[in-house]
């Protein structure tokens, strides 16, 4: 049930972080993958994972651009054979300054990296599915698709829109095979939030509301991205499920 072998796969910012932690799930589960990012270290974290099992493939495309990441999708998609099971849109980026303190150009370009590219990739995406009668998208949300944040004001804005998208097209492809649902990662432990971590009054506030005492790991989102992108999910759609640690219902 939770096979995925023959099944293609794009995870986007998988080169580390969350992105590499749910691709690794996805290869371990034996899907064939393509890692889409951004970093040079893409090629790397793809040989690693390739290392055993299935395909892992590394393709550089630059979600910020609408051109690039319609080339770099037709081109993970070519090295899939032309088939796409499974879409995970991981990448995203976060300017941690107050609403008085952050440009209109970085509020804007927080909102093509995390909401316009999701959009652009759910299309392109559903182009494929919708030919094949079913297919998995993935979109990362975020706790801040439910509460506001502090200092936040772009990355929330986006994570809320990520959350209605995610309903919106469940509505419209759930009929035609396709789940659509997201994942909301609670406080990680990534390079994203390592100003936050080192932060000695706002870390141990957050800390202190998690239930598991601990923040999470690339590793605690492997199980859910094998979920969502197999066969036990089939009847679950328009999701955004939190991976917290409890960190919501505190």
Same mark, same amino acid.
């Given at each position: 049930?939770?096979?995925?072998?023959?099944?293609?796969? !794009?995870?986007?910012?998988?080169?580390? +972080?969350?992105?590499?932690? $749910? %691709?690794?799930? =996805?290869?371990?589960? /034996?899907?064939?993958?393509?890692?889409?990012?951004?970093?040079?270290?893409?090629?790397?974290?793809?040989?690693?994972?390739?290392?055993?099992?299935?395909?892992?493939?590394?393709?550089?495309?630059?979600?910020?651009?609408?051109?690039?990441?319609?080339?770099?999708?037709?081109?993970?998609?070519?090295?899939?054979?032309?088939?796409?099971?499974?879409?995970?849109?991981?990448?995203?980026?976060?300017?941690?300054?107050?609403?008085?303190?952050?440009?209109?150009?970085?509020?804007?370009?927080?909102?093509?990296?995390?909401?316009?590219?999701?959009?652009?990739?759910?299309?392109?995406?559903?182009? !494929?599915?919708?030919?094949?009668?079913? +297919?998995?998208?993935?979109? $990362? %949300?975020?706790? =801040?698709?439910?509460? /506001?944040?502090?200092?936040?004001?772009?990355?929330?804005?986006?994570?809320?829109?990520?959350?209605?998208?995610?309903?919106?097209?469940?509505?419209?492809?759930?009929?035609?095979?396709?789940?659509?649902?997201?994942?909301?990662?609670?406080?990680?432990?990534?390079?994203?939030?390592?100003?936050?971590?080192?932060?000695?009054?706002?870390?141990?506030?957050?800390?202190?509301?998690?239930?598991?005492?601990?923040?999470?790991?690339?590793?605690?989102?492997?199980?859910?991205?094998?979920?969502?992108?197999?066969?036990?999910?089939?009847?679950?759609?328009?999701?955004?499920?939190?991976?917290?640690?409890?960190?919501?219902?505190?």
């Amino acid at each position: 049930m939770f096979d995925l072998t023959g099944k293609k796969a !794009i995870v986007t910012g998988a080169s580390r +972080g969350l992105g590499k932690g $749910m %691709a690794t799930g =996805l290869h371990l589960a /034996g899907a064939e993958v393509v890692i889409l990012d951004i970093s040079e270290e893409a090629e790397a974290t793809a040989q690693e994972l390739g290392a055993i099992g299935t395909s892992v493939y590394a393709v550089k495309g630059n979600m910020a651009d609408k051109q690039d990441r319609q080339r770099a999708f037709d081109e993970s998609v070519a090295l899939l054979g032309g088939k796409l099971d499974i879409l995970i849109n991981n990448a995203g980026i976060h300017d941690r300054r107050s609403c008085l303190d952050l440009p209109v150009e970085a509020w804007e370009q927080v909102m093509e990296v995390n909401i316009n590219a999701i959009y652009h990739l759910c299309k392109l995406a559903g182009e !494929i599915m919708l030919k094949q009668k079913s +297919g998995k998208i993935i979109n $990362m %949300a975020s706790m =801040l698709s439910f509460i /506001g944040g502090f200092n936040a004001t772009a990355y929330a804005a986006s994570k809320g829109a990520v959350a209605q998208l995610t309903k919106s097209l469940s509505n419209e492809w759930a009929m035609h095979g396709i789940q659509v649902n997201a994942i909301a990662p609670g406080y990680m432990d990534t390079s994203m939030n390592k100003d936050l971590h080192a932060d000695a009054t706002r870390y141990p506030q957050v800390t202190a509301r998690i239930p598991a005492g601990r923040w999470g790991t690339p590793e605690d989102l492997q199980g859910i991205a094998v979920f969502l992108s197999s066969a036990a999910s089939s009847y679950i759609t328009g999701t955004v499920i939190p991976v917290d640690g409890g960190y919501l219902v505190r």
